[in-house]
């Protein structure tokens, strides 16, 4: 059993450091710190914002939908960051490069992923006609954060699944809205 997280913590740093080595090339670094950039909120409420004034009450209710959804998102990564006190990437691994400066000191699990996929999957609850634009943005923002050496693959992975659950949770108490 020790040997087999060994394994998976060598291929988690080895496939971290392998993606921020692709992030050195300019453009790579440029497009993902941009992309991180727009994740640390800037994006999320700037669609809430469009939601309102296209959608009237309909869109102010899912945007007070996502906000809700973002505060809980927030308490949660907040409190299982530091509870796990997991150091970042560059903070352990010589090959592994801050791209960009973190927003705070540890790792586990990744914020910006967090909120990307639990606003990814409200809004597409309420408008699904935003996945060709949500989707590939929400993906960016999770390899940003590998790529960008703030996170590893598995903070990113766990972020996706607990926000997949908070998500699913937010749409089962709230009659009449679901992905499905």
Aim: a positive charge; charged letters at 15%; glycine letters at 8%.
């Amino acid at each position: 059993m020790i040997a087999r997280v060994q394994r998976w913590v060598a291929r988690d740093s080895a496939w971290t450091a392998a993606a921020n080595r692709w992030g050195h090339g300019r453009w790579v670094r440029a497009y993902f710190a941009a992309i991180s950039r727009l994740g640390d909120g800037v994006f999320w409420y700037g669609l809430m914002a469009l939601i309102v004034v296209f959608d009237g009450y309909r869109g102010l209710f899912a945007s007070a939908h996502m906000a809700a959804t973002g505060v809980i998102a927030l308490a949660l990564y907040k409190s299982l960051k530091r509870w796990t006190k997991r150091p970042r990437p560059f903070a352990r691994d010589q090959r592994v490069r801050a791209l960009i400066a973190p927003l705070d000191e540890f790792s586990f699990p990744s914020g910006h992923t967090l909120h990307a996929v639990s606003f990814t999957l409200v809004a597409l609850a309420y408008y699904p006609g935003l996945v060709w634009l949500l989707a590939p943005f929400c993906f960016s923002v999770a390899l940003s954060r590998v790529v960008l050496g703030l996170h590893y693959p598995s903070d990113v992975l766990a972020a996706s699944v607990i926000a997949t659950g908070l998500a699913a949770l937010s749409l089962w108490l709230v009659p009449g809205v679901s992905l499905f």
